[in-house]
Each structure stands twice: as structure tokens, then as C-alpha cells.
């Protein structure tokens, strides 16, 4: 009997040391795989701050700095001017106007127009509403240059070229993909939320603005940080539509910075530059929470 005690107690003495072998071993793999990922991110962390640190080192340079080779990222003395003279240059005070009362506008008009084609989609029993669905997400499919021609002969007839009206107006009418993102959203809210609010007498326009808006920020912020950033950074439509310079957006200004020859001052465009690139870099770091949170709400179920 004593052999046998002794035996069982071995065995469990045995046990307990492998089952802490494992738990070591898993901590040790967790904290490996940990460490593998920490040093990727650390890796990728260091590729995209690159390029934003020779940016912010080549705006202080003099134009002799910028083309030494190697490469100096701290110049010999800092040239504060090109931060002013940049902004002159590109006319700064009417340049970031513009910019700013279109990009509002952008964003009002999107949360707004998307949200009510996402409400009609997603809460409106409709012959044909999935069929609508259906077409208005197969616009995703048309490239902006297959619909470009149109757009400016219909805004030529209208007389609204070199004017803002162009990069405004419609946005209005909402944007197929907010379409799809708040609609997919407002269908994981539940119905029974509608019934209640018809007992209290809301119609369709109250069951929006008193249910289905306030429960939908998170969906909404995403909304309006993702036209922020596309309307702010806008490009090819003030392109084609704006030709008076006092009507140029920021980034149709930094246009004006490039010459031929090699004649561009290089070190003035990156000033301008990251003073463009400042709102952007500011909205992401305020509204990171809000963003992540949306995606993760939107995404929960289609």
C-alpha cells in the first residue's frame, strides 16, 4: 500500500511539472509572437514616418540642402522663412477659405444626402427598393472618368464652371459608398424601435431625426471623417473646374510650386505641403477613437 502511495504521488508530482512546462511554454510563445509583431509594426512605423520626417527636415533647408548628397537630414541653419514664403505664395488666407468652406460643405451635405438614401434603403418597404440597390451600388463599379464628360457639360449649361457649385452641389445627393456603409449600418438596428416610435405618432422624416440619427453617430463619424479627408486633399475636380486663383483649393495651389527645368523650390513645397497636411494629421489623432469605433459598428452585420 505504501508502494502504491508513493507511486501515486510521484505521478502527480509528474503531472504538476509538465502541466507547468505547457503553461511556460505557451507563455513563452505568446510572449515571441508578441515581440514578432511589436518589431513588424515598429518596422512599418518606421517606413511611414520616413517620408513625414524628410518632408518636415526639407522644408528648413535652402535649396543647395535639398540635393546633397548623402543625404543631411538636419540642415547647417534652419531657414524659418520658407514657411512664410510658401504661404504667400500660394495666397494661403483665400486658398485655405476655400478649401474650408468646401470641405464643410462636402461633409454636411454627404452625412446628410447618404443618410437619407441609407434610411430610405434600409427602413422604407418600396416595389423595387433592392433592385435600386442593386443599380446604385453598381455605380461603384463606373470610374470618375467615364462620368467626367458629362459632369462638365452639365455644369458648363449651368454656368457654374469656376465657381465652387461643382465641388458642392453634389454632395448633396450622397455618395454610393456612405449609401452602403450607413445602410448596412441602420439594418442592425433593431424594427421594433420603429414600431414604437409610429405608437408615439413619429413619421418617416421624426423616425430619422429622433431614432435611427441618434443611434447611428458612431456610423455617421465616419461619415464626415472620411469626406474630410478626401474633399480636404481633393484634386482632380478643382482641376477641371476652377481657373481663377482666387478660387484654388489647397491642393490645387501646391500646383503652382512646380517649374520646369528643375526650378522648383522644393523646400517652399514641403513647408506648404505639411501645412496642408496638418488638419489631416490634427482630425486623425482627435477622432481616432470615433473612427475605430464606427468601423466596428458598421461592420457587424450586413
Excluded at 27 to 36: A, E, G, L, Q
Excluded at 142 to 152: A, E, N, R, S
Excluded at 166 to 172: E, H, I
Aim: hydrophobic share 50%.
Amino acid at each position: 500500500m505504501a508502494a502504491r502511495n508513493v507511486t501515486h504521488s510521484g505521478s502527480s508530482i509528474h503531472y504538476k511539472r509538465s502541466f507547468g512546462d505547457v503553461i511556460r511554454g505557451r507563455k513563452m510563445r505568446d510572449f515571441t509572437w508578441i515581440s514578432v509583431c511589436t518589431l513588424l509594426v515598429m518596422v512599418g512605423t518606421v517606413f511611414v514616418i520616413t517620408p513625414i520626417l524628410w518632408m518636415l527636415s526639407t522644408s528648413f533647408k535652402t535649396m543647395g540642402e535639398v540635393f546633397i548628397i548623402p543625404p543631411v537630414w538636419i540642415p547647417a541653419a534652419i531657414q524659418w522663412e520658407n514657411y512664410p514664403k510658401s504661404l504667400a505664395f500660394m495666397r494661403a488666407s483665400t486658398v485655405y477659405q476655400n478649401t474650408t468652406l468646401v470641405t464643410l460643405l462636402c461633409i454636411i451635405g454627404e452625412t446628410l444626402g447618404s443618410s437619407l438614401a441609407a434610411f430610405g434603403f434600409s427602413r422604407l418597404r418600396a416595389p423595387g427598393r433592392n433592385f435600386l440597390f442593386v443599380v446604385m451600388l453598381s455605380t461603384l463599379m463606373l470610374p470618375f472618368q467615364v462620368t467626367l464628360i458629362p459632369q462638365f457639360i452639365i455644369f458648363k449649361q449651368l454656368g457654374w464652371i469656376d465657381t465652387l457649385k461643382p465641388l458642392v452641389v453634389p454632395a448633396f445627393f450622397g455618395t454610393p459608398f456612405f449609401i452602403f456603409l450607413l445602410r448596412q449600418f441602420y439594418m442592425t438596428i433593431s424594427p421594433e424601435m420603429d414600431d414604437a416610435a409610429r405608437i408615439d405618432g413619429c413619421g418617416y422624416f421624426g423616425l430619422w431625426w429622433r431614432i435611427i440619427v441618434p443611434l447611428s453617430k458612431p456610423a455617421l463619424g465616419v461619415v464626415a471623417i472620411q469626406s474630410f479627408m478626401f474633399h480636404w486633399n481633393e484634386f482632380m475636380r478643382p482641376l477641371i473646374y476652377l481657373n481663377t486663383r482666387s478660387n484654388y483649393t489647397a491642393a490645387l495651389a501646391l500646383r503652382n510650386f512646380t517649374a520646369e527645368y528643375g526650378a522648383t523650390p522644393w523646400n517652399e513645397l514641403m513647408a506648404a505641403s505639411l501645412v496642408m497636411m496638418l488638419p489631416c494629421i490634427l482630425l486623425f489623432f482627435i477622432a481616432q477613437r470615433y473612427f475605430i469605433e464606427g468601423i466596428v459598428f458598421t461592420g457587424v452585420k450586413g
